[in-house]
């Protein structure tokens, strides 16, 4: 071999080495500037809240800003198209919520892969819905209620924030395992859907807990039941759907923090680790409580497997429910 072929070759392996060397470096690096948190919903609602609220925290493990960054529309999927189209440094992550799995089903087209375009990091927080109904109507618990839909099919009404929303398809489950018959009526944004729930437009709402804590409390709305497998320990005076004899009923939002896809696993694993230990924080802990979320976190794989669970349980769903795609 010549010379200069030996050279050529040696620069070549060099050229590699460095290559193959700079995704390790960059997360030996990494945070060395700000991140961007983008959430596909305006300031002030739910995931919002939860976004900052685990932010700040976040800020003063990593040593770096996180700033919140609202990309709203389409039912959060600007947002999430705007961080699977980012790149892959660890400098945008994506607050998502279990629409985001909804989505995977509700939209005929999206312009990214709701799982095989993100690079899960970990959940942050879960809050539960709550099944309520007007203060008036005369059922003391879920069981009346039942019974009391069985009797009148179709004749009770439970209002939601929209067609395909989470509180939608959770009403529908309801009802399907239930066995009952429950119009659904839906509503453009929660004070709507509550405010005709108070007036007695519609008999029943289902809705995430937080904007129902205040109305339950001050005796405006009647909590019948949370959604999840456990009490909810803001409202813990408030039965399960399961504890009212729907066995095996579990549903809860909840929010999680995901990279674009192809981002160094190091830097995946350092965020990771970085946000177990922001949220479990005493005070992280009870600012997130108080908002009435539920801290949680996992491991990567951990969310991989439940965003990809979440995707085909809501598909199913969407179709038990007879939701057509948008």
């Known amino acids: 071999m010549s010379k200069i072929s030996t050279s050529i070759m040696a620069v070549g392996i060099a050229a590699a080495a460095f290559t193959f060397a700079m995704p390790a470096a960059q997360a030996d690096s990494w945070p060395s500037r700000p991140i961007r948190m983008v959430v596909g919903f305006g300031a002030g609602g739910g995931t919002d809240i939860i976004a900052r609220l685990v932010a700040q925290p976040l800020s003063e ?8 960054e609202n990309k709203p529309g389409a039912g959060g999927t600007i947002g999430a198209d705007t961080v699977a189209k980012a790149a892959k440094d660890g400098y945008s992550i994506f607050m998502m919520n279990n629409g985001h799995a909804v989505s995977a089903s509700l939209y005929k087209s999206l312009p990214y892969q709701s799982a095989k375009d993100f690079a899960p990091v970990s959940l942050v927080a879960t809050m539960p819905l709550i099944i309520t109904a007007n203060k008036d109507l005369p059922v003391a618990d879920l069981k009346a209620l039942v019974a009391r839909a069985k009797a009148e099919p179709n004749k009770l009404r439970f209002a939601s ?4 929303s989470t509180q939608h398809f959770v ?8 066995g009952v018959q429950i119009r659904h009526v839906p509503y453009r944004g929660t004070p709507a859907a509550i405010a005709a729930t108070r007036s007695g437009e519609v008999e029943l709402l289902v809705e995430v807990a937080s904007p129902l804590i205040g109305q339950i409390k001050g005796g405006e709305l009647k909590a019948l039941a949370v959604s999840s497998a456990e009490r909810y320990e803001v409202l813990p005076n408030v039965p399960t759907v399961a504890e009212a004899g729907i066995k095996g009923f579990d549903i809860s939002t909840w929010y999680g923090l995901a990279f674009p896809a192809g981002t160094p696993v190091d830097i995946v694993n350092k965020m990771n680790a970085a946000i177990n230990r922001a949220v479990t924080t005493d005070s992280a802990r009870k600012q997130i409580l108080d908002a009435s979320f539920i801290p949680a976190s996992n491991t990567p794989s951990q969310f991989a497997a439940h965003l990809d669970s979440e995707i085909t349980r809501w598909g199913k769903v969407m179709q038990e429910a007879g939701v057509q795609q948008q």
Do not use: N, S
């Not at 924030?161 to 395909?164: E, P």
């Not at 009403?171 to 239930?178: H, K």
């Open 171 to 178: 009403g529908a489950v309801f009802a399907t395992m239930a």
């Open 161 to 164: 924030v929209g067609v395909g």
């Open 61 to 68: 493990v990593l040593g770096q800003p996180v700033v919140v």
